[in-house]
């Protein structure tokens, strides 16, 4: 039975390595998920580096030469308006233009509110960090104008303020970073599945479509042998598929600038060990479920279309973890891709989860895997899968 | 060897196979006569064990294909209505993955696949990928496949379909020198002349059922009819689907 297994697996592995393209898409669809990160999170820090000068826009700027004062002070460098600003704001050219009104001396000596406007547009995400620093600067000088106001009438500025907030932010960089590189489980579950599609396709429907399947099963061996060598080539593809995925985000991870979003994730040598020991498990359903599916099919591309869309199934829990992340519960690891996103999410994050979580992920692959392989080779029984041809 | 006995096989509400039997004999041919649809490719796939008859047992030397497919499958070479090939590989890599499922390596397998090469003469294409093969050449292959574990009875269903003339011949010619060394043969055909040219004995299928069974001479002489083509159509009923 060994022997029968690893001669159906050599001449896979021979069969599909000649496949030149489907090799290269299968190498190259891994790559897709890293080079994404690496973009995004280029763009997203180039947003948001702190240590630029605040560039500020002033209209008015003669009538509250204090308040300028205060903001030069601060490290804002005060800029000439143009005359269009505002189309220039909704273009996303120009952040914030800060607007003095010619009266605003007036009701500052007088003691009254001086109103000062602040014209942004709230819709752009690269805008933001600006904004924050200008909003803060200008609260801390009516602070201050404030707390001198009452002290010059003998009044403790304590007693204006009832109640200070503190924030506490619970969110370690760490906790932080495992929620923006939730986008990693994805895509490593994606390349568990995209890795052996083309040899689950063409092991199954394409053997009935060529009309190869009825000469293979004629010869002296056990139905069970055939199905586990070719699940083994696809397995062993799918591997490949998520070590060139990891190796891609180790080599994005550590090149993107990360500490410039505040952000630090955990990649080291024994949190990839972690994710290896999570997806490749993986590796085993994904491969099964794809054989039986493709076993069903009567042509190459009738699998593929099933297949596909087998594909969207796991990546939902995926998406959702990435929006709203969830306490885990122990029993959820058992569920395939499922229990392997949350699983990954947590090492990224740094969190000692102990030996059982990978256990439980691990049965709960193996066992989803063993169940398709054994339907499989059922159906490699039935005339209808043996004869019918497209 | 190869015994048959009151085969039965239903798809369905249609009766494919109703009652078959007959023999065929180490060193003769046997030949399965009748028109498309007479039930000759399904009692052959339920002798090459990929289909459970309902009723009746077949047996290929004495073992009962029911009871012990995997014995059978490495008693039998078979040519099935199905040729696939993998695109991929070579006419040597399709014969030798044959051979190693039947348990053969090393170097009795690569004498035997040489051998076969040789009987096949298709030493030109041996190395060359499936890909872009014509009939007769992805026949060879597909006989290749068949016989590599040297097997004692061998089993063709309609082996000149779609073939040249030069193919054909091949074929043939293949067939007269397994008989020579003494397999069992057992080759359907809704063709005529295809059956008269090779087999020394001739089972007419028809709606299921076997028809008539004897010798070219012996169905003559029953049906009183001077050709062997009156002959078939006297038996069958019908010369639809018979002639080429």
Same mark, same amino acid.
Request: aromatic letters at 6%; proline letters at 5%.
């Given at each position: ?29 891994? $790559? ?359 | ?172 010619? $293949? ?70």
């Amino acid at each position: 039975m060994r022997r029968l297994i690893a001669t159906v697996f050599r001449k896979e592995m021979k069969d599909h390595l000649r496949d030149r393209r489907s090799v290269l898409s299968a190498l190259a669809g891994p $790559l897709i998920g890293p080079f994404i990160f690496m973009a995004m999170f280029t763009l997203m820090a180039s947003w948001f580096r702190e240590g630029k000068p605040l560039e500020v826009s002033v209209i008015g700027r003669e009538h509250a030469p204090s308040l300028m004062a205060f903001l030069q002070r601060h490290g804002a460098t005060l800029t000439e308006t143009p005359k269009d600003y505002e189309a220039l704001i909704e273009a996303g050219k120009l952040d914030a233009v800060l607007i003095i009104p010619p009266d605003y001396g007036k009701d500052f000596s007088a003691g009254h509110t001086a109103v000062v406007q602040l014209v942004v547009d709230n819709s752009r995400n690269q805008a933001r960090a600006t904004i924050r620093r200008l909003t803060s600067l200008l609260e801390g000088y009516s602070g201050q104008l404030a707390a001198q106001r009452l002290f010059a009438r003998g009044v403790s500025p304590e007693l204006a303020a009832a109640v200070r907030v503190d924030e506490v932010d619970l969110a370690t960089p760490e906790r932080m970073a495992a929620n923006v590189l939730n986008i990693i489980p994805i895509f490593l579950v994606f390349a568990a599945f995209m890795g052996g599609m083309n040899v689950a396709i063409d092991a199954m429907a394409g053997e009935r479509e060529r009309g190869s399947l009825e000469p293979l099963l004629l010869n002296p061996v056990p139905r069970g042998a055939v199905v586990v060598g070719k699940w083994l080539t696809t397995v062993v593809l799918a591997s490949v598929a998520i070590g060139v995925c990891l190796g891609a985000f180790l080599l994005a991870v550590h090149r993107v600038p990360l500490q410039d979003l505040g952000v630090k994730a955990r990649f080291d040598i024994a949190a990839v060990l972690g994710m290896l020991a999570t997806v490749v498990p993986l590796a085993f359903f994904a491969s099964a479920g794809q054989m039986l599916v493709s076993t069903y099919a009567r042509s190459f591309k009738e699998a593929q279309t099933y297949i596909q869309l087998l594909l969207l199934l796991p990546m939902l829990p995926g998406m959702l973890l990435a929006v709203s992340p969830i306490q885990s519960q122990l029993w959820m690891y058992v569920i395939p891709v499922f229990g392997q996103q949350l699983l990954i999410g947590e090492v990224m994050r740094g969190q000692a989860v102990g030996a059982m979580p990978f256990l439980l992920g691990a049965l709960g692959c193996a066992a989803a895997a063993a169940l398709c392989l054994m339907l499989t080779t059922r159906l490699l029984g039935e005339e209808r899968i043996i004869f019918g041809r497209a | 060897m190869i015994e048959v006995r009151n085969l039965h096989k239903r798809f369905g509400a249609v009766t494919a196979v109703e009652d078959v039997s007959f023999s065929a004999a180490d060193g003769v041919v046997t030949g399965l006569l009748g028109p498309n649809g007479a039930g000759k490719t399904t009692t052959l796939r339920m002798l090459y064990t990929l289909v459970k008859p309902d009723r009746g047992t077949a047996r290929i030397d004495g073992l009962d294909v029911a009871e012990h497919p995997l014995d059978v499958r490495r008693a039998i070479g078979v040519l099935p209505d199905a040729r696939g090939l993998y695109p991929r590989l070579t006419a040597r890599e399709h014969a030798r993955y044959a051979g190693e499922l039947h348990g053969l390596s090393g170097p009795s397998l690569d004498k035997r696949v040489d051998e076969l090469i040789e009987l096949l003469d298709m030493k030109d294409i041996a190395n060359r990928r499936a890909e872009g093969f014509s009939q007769g050449e992805r026949m060879k292959v597909a006989l290749a496949r068949a016989l590599v574990h040297g097997p004692r009875n061998v089993l063709l269903d309609e082996p000149t379909n779609g073939l040249d003339v030069m193919s054909t011949r091949a074929v043939r010619t $293949l067939i007269r020198r397994l008989k020579e060394q003494g397999h069992c043969i057992l080759f359907s055909s809704h063709v005529m002349q295809e059956v008269a040219a090779l087999c020394d004995r001739i089972v007419v299928v028809a709606r299921g059922r076997v028809v008539a069974e004897g010798t070219p001479d012996e169905l003559r002489i029953r049906t009183g009819k001077e050709s062997l083509e009156e002959a078939f159509v006297a038996v069958i009923g019908t010369d639809q689907g018979l002639m080429q």
